[in-house]
T-cell receptor, first 114, second 117 residues
Framework: GAVVSQHPSRVICKSGTSVKIECRSL??????MFWYRQFPKKSLMLMAT?????????EQGVEKDKFLINHASLTLSTLTVTSAHPEDSSFYIC??????????FGSGTRLTVV | AQKITQTQPGMFVQEKEAVTLDCTYD???????LFWYKQPSSGEMIFLIY??????QNATEGRYSLNFQKARKSANLVISASQLGDSAMYFC??????????????FGGGTRLMVKP
C-alpha cells in the first residue's frame, strides 16, 4: 500500500519550453508531498514541500517562478519546470509521508533539456 | 540544522561477505528517525531499514541491520552475505521529530557499493 505514481519517467524537452511532472498517490491521501532533485552521482536535495490546498514551501536557493509546484488535491501534486534550460536537466523525485514514520517515493523523472 | 555524513563515496565487497556502510548524523532534536535507502541505477528509492531515536534495540530486516550508537551519533548499515544485486547507491537519511507529519528527510551524500563476484 501507499503507492505514489510519478510520470513521466523520462522526458526530453527543448530549451525554453515547460515540463510538468505529476505525482499521484494511488491508494492513500497525500496531504504533503516532498520534491527532491538529484544530480548525477549526487545526493537528493529537497527543493520544496507542498501541502494540499496551500502554497508550497521552497528551500533556500530554489526559484519559485521556475519550479512551480501545485498540490490541488489529496491525490495529485505537480512540479512544472518553466522555461527549462540545460542546467535544469536532472532527476526529480517526489515523496510522501506514510505509515506515521516512513515515506513512499515516486519512481522519479529524468529530465533532459536540449 | 540537520546534517548527515557518509564518508565512503565508494566501496567494494566480495560476494557473500558482510559490509558496513558508515553514517553519522548531527541534530539537536531528541526525537528523530534514521533511514537507509538503496538506489539502483533505475533511480527508484528502496527502503531498507528504520531506527527511531528512542529504540533501544538495533533494527534488523533480513540481511540488513543497523548499528545504532546514539552517543556517537552513528547509524551504520550492515549488509550480511552480500549479493551481486546489492550493487547500488546507498543513502542514509534522517527525519527530525517522532513522526513524519510535515517532516522531510535529509539525505547523506551516499555510498556506491560494488559487489565483486
Amino acid at each position: 500500500g501507499a503507492v505514489v505514481s510519478q510520470h513521466p519517467s523520462r522526458v526530453i524537452c527543448k530549451s525554453g519550453t515547460s515540463v510538468k511532472i505529476e505525482c499521484r498517490s494511488l491508494d492513500f491521501q497525500a496531504t504533503t508531498m516532498f520534491w527532491y532533485r538529484q544530480f548525477p552521482k549526487k545526493s537528493l536535495m529537497l527543493m520544496a514541500t507542498s501541502n494540499e490546498g496551500s502554497k508550497a514551501t521552497y528551500e533556500q536557493g530554489v526559484e519559485k517562478d521556475k519550479f512551480l509546484i501545485n498540490h490541488a488535491s489529496l491525490t495529485l501534486s505537480t512540479l512544472t519546470v518553466t522555461s527549462a534550460h540545460p542546467e535544469d536537466s536532472s532527476f526529480y523525485i517526489c515523496s510522501a509521508p506514510k505509515g506515521g514514520y516512513g515515506y513512499t517515493f515516486g519512481s522519479g523523472t529524468r529530465l533532459t533539456v536540449v | 540544522a540537520q546534517k548527515i555524513t557518509q564518508t565512503q563515496p565508494g566501496m567494494f565487497v566480495q560476494e557473500k561477505e558482510a559490509v558496513t556502510l558508515d553514517c553519522t548524523y548531527d541534530t539537536s532534536d531528541q526525537s528523530y528517525g534514521l533511514f537507509w535507502y538503496k538506489q539502483p541505477s533505475s533511480g527508484e528509492m528502496i527502503f531498507l531499514i528504520y531506527q527511531g531515536s528512542y529504540d533501544e534495540q538495533n533494527a534488523t530486516e533480513g540481511r540488513y541491520s543497523l548499528n545504532f550508537q546514539k552517543a556517537r551519533k552513528s547509524a551504520n548499515l550492515v549488509i550480511s552475505a552480500s549479493q551481486l544485486g546489492d550493487s547500488a547507491m546507498y543513502f542514509c537519511a534522517m527525519r527530525d521529530g517522532n513522526n513524519n507529519a510535515g517532516n522531510m528527510l535529509t539525505f547523506g551524500g551516499g555510498t556506491r557499493l560494488m559487489v565483486k563476484p
